[in-house]
């Protein structure tokens, strides 16, 4: 008996701009079907390991297309799992998959335009076929015992209908009524052009039936041969020689099948063979969402044993900080029955990943020689990854370390530790780095005035991910790292004689630094002088050991509550502030002023004044004089 029911809103919605997009791409509808029916072959011979009755005696896996011109008609055939009538409305009549609420969240905020791209990165690839059909029949018989047959009908129109099915073989088959101006989708040779174009890894014979098609009595035996004939060539992409594979083919599986987006940045085709055995192909994306960035995130690489697809999102076969990287594992060496738990401790998935971590470091290492305008392009876009994999990955860091980027003080250019150390010149005694919030802060910042007036280059950490290396960064190739406003800044030079020169400037400017230390006491733990300055009258730095000013604001925005700790204020003795400061008569005056310089101070590493209104005030007193 049949049943109508009306789809959920968000797939009339969805289903809405699905068929009224302009797309001239209408045929990637086949190969989502395809991947379909592939998937349901792979889950039925999954299933099949530890279930007797799905398959009792092992079929020839297949998905046939059979075209009807009279009908107008296109089906897809597979002898995969099957949909109960259950399955079948879950699967194709509500939201129930997070791929299709995410795409359908993606409609609705309306930012995301090119609807193809979306459907293949959510996974909402059934609903492709109302693009070129304006009626879809779903005839399914699930395997395993006692099942019925179900049919699913729909138009596309915001119903659907239930209905007893009429397939005796287990499988499905999906017909397409096609639209008017759709008929090249009953022409052989498009569909043979689509299968190889976009299907051409399906690791199941993809075969075409044209029951339109007038065959001469004497031609009947070799149209039936042609009929056997798969379409593809079958042989996973990963299993093929790395020379063979065309780097179209590894972008439509990349975009395809792993739904990735853009073009990869790199592929790796890994046949590694010897004590461990395994085919894997990787990407390197060139940029990803920022939900990648969010620890529940899901990611992880696909898993296939012996041709048996296992899983998906499998996270043990990287680190985690790896967990950008989109792509296949094929491994022959793990038991076709693994189980997504006994991956967590496997031996042979350790060291896989162990092997992949390795491959990757590797290439990466690689493109800064050979491509070096991909590696920037990678340090800007993943590079927080990396530093993540530094603050993570003991085994790896000085292979990591190596790789990071951070941007300079004199081209504002993602600058490693190597090409820093090649550029420094010979009385250079450190590497500097400073913590800021953005380059061109970072630039400004007073601490480095002593910096410029050399010439030293400066790196800056800028991202959130810095703060939390800045504590493991002391030193590279036996050069030591200094934080450009952490502790005394010595700077080599002739010392004692600007040590001597300093220690008479403290004497003569004792007074006014205890004058201001009284004031400021509340703020600040110290005054004193420094040598760090050139053009400034005064900064604030920290003691070695103190959390830097960028860590603290990052945490306390992330509702952290951060103990309070007070910075060093330094003068700089040789600035004409700071003189007429010491030569004030005028205690109010002076107040005033000590109030402003250190407002200022503040405002030069990123933070308010202690009293942002009381500084507004005092600046415009000074500007009205
Ligand atoms: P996805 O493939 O990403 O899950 P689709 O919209 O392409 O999303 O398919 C929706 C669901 O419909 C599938 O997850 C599957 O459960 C079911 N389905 C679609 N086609 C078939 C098929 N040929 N055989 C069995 N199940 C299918
Ligand atoms: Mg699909």
Redo the contacts with the bound molecule.
């Keep these: 008996m049949a049943k109508t029911c009306a789809f959920k809103a968000e797939i009339r919605q969805m289903l809405d701009l699905v068929i009224h997009s302009l797309y001239s791409k209408k045929e990637i509808f086949l190969r989502?079907?395809i991947?379909?029916?592939s998937?349901?072959i792979d889950r039925a011979k999954y299933l099949a390991l530890t279930d007797k009755t799905i398959a009792p005696e092992a079929p020839a896996w297949g998905i046939r297309l059979v075209t009807d011109d009279k009908a107008h008609t296109l089906t897809i055939e597979?002898n995969?799992?099957?949909?109960s009538a259950e399955?079948m409305e879950e699967?194709?009549g509500t939201i129930a998959?997070s791929?299709?609420k995410a795409f359908a969240e993606a409609l609705k905020a309306g930012k995301e335009t090119n609807i193809p791209e979306l459907i293949g990165k959510f996974?909402?690839?059934?609903?492709a076929a109302f693009m070129v059909a304006d009626g879809v029949t779903v005839e399914?018989l699930r395997r395993g015992e006692g099942q019925v047959a179900a049919k699913w009908m729909s138009a596309g129109d915001g119903e659907y209908t239930m209905d007893a099915g009429s397939r005796t073989e287990p499988g499905?088959s999906?017909t397409l009524h096609l639209r008017e101006g759709m008929e090249q989708f009953t022409e052989g040779w498009t569909l043979k052009d689509l299968v190889r174009r976009y299907s051409d890894f399906i690791a199941y014979p993809i075969t075409l039936k044209e029951l339109g098609r007038e065959v001469k009595e004497e031609e009947k035996a070799k149209v039936e041969e042609e009929e056997k004939q798969p379409l593809n060539t079958m042989v996973a992409l990963w299993k093929r020689a790395k020379s063979e594979v065309k780097p179209e083919e590894y972008e439509g599986f990349y975009r395809q099948t792993l739904h990735g987006t853009g073009e990869p940045l790199k592929v790796l085709h890994i046949a590694a063979e010897g004590t461990l055995e395994y085919r894997a192909l990787i990407f390197i994306p060139k940029q990803v969402g920022m939900e990648m960035m969010m620890p529940g995130n899901k990611h992880g690489l696909s898993l296939y044993v012996r041709n048996v697809f296992i899983g998906d999102e499998i996270e043990e076969l990287l680190p985690n900080w790896l967990r950008f990287l989109k792509g296949v594992v094929d491994s022959s060496d793990l038991p076709l029955n693994v189980s997504r738990e006994m991956l967590q401790d496997d031996a042979i998935i350790r060291k896989i990943r162990s092997d992949l971590t390795n491959r990757v470091l590797k290439a990466l290492a690689e493109m800064v020689k050979e491509k070096p305008e991909d590696f920037e392009c990678f340090s800007g876009a993943l590079g927080d990854f990396l530093k993540e994999g530094y603050h993570s990955d003991w085994e790896n860091k000085e292979k990591i370390l190596e790789l990071l980027r951070f941007r300079n003080l004199k081209e504002g250019k993602w600058t490693g530790l190597k090409a820093y150390k090649e550029a420094m010149g010979k009385e250079q005694q450190a590497i500097y780095m400073l913590t800021a919030d953005t380059l061109e802060a970072g630039q400004q910042n007073p601490c480095l005035e002593q910096l410029k007036a050399k010439g030293y280059d400066v790196l800056f950490l800028t991202s959130p991910v810095d703060q939390f290396i800045a504590g493991d960064l002391y030193e590279y190739d036996k050069t030591k790292i200094v934080f450009a406003d952490k502790g005394d800044l010595d700077l080599g030079g002739d010392a004692a004689a600007q040590k001597d020169e300093l220690e008479a400037a403290e004497k003569e400017l004792k007074p006014l630094t205890e004058t201001i230390a009284k004031q400021l006491e509340k703020s600040v733990k110290e005054v004193r002088l420094s040598a760090r300055l050139t053009d400034s009258p005064c900064c604030l730095v920290q003691d070695p050991a103190a959390m830097n000013p960028a860590m603290r604001r990052m945490l306390e925005a992330m509702g952290q509550s951060v103990p309070e700790e007070k910075r060093i204020l330094e003068l700089n003795p040789k600035h004409p502030i700071v003189k007429a400061l010491a030569a004030e008569s005028d205690e109010a005056r002076k107040a005033d002023t000590v109030e402003l310089l250190y407002g200022q101070a503040c405002l030069a590493d990123g933070t308010l004044p202690p009293n942002p209104a009381n500084f507004n005030r005092l600046l415009n007193a000074l500007l009205a004089r």
Excluded at 123 to 127: A, M, Q, R, S
């Design positions: 989502e079907l991947s379909n029916a998937d349901a597979d995969g799992l099957g949909m399955e699967a194709l998959k791929g299709s996974g909402v690839g059934f609903y399914s499905t999906i």
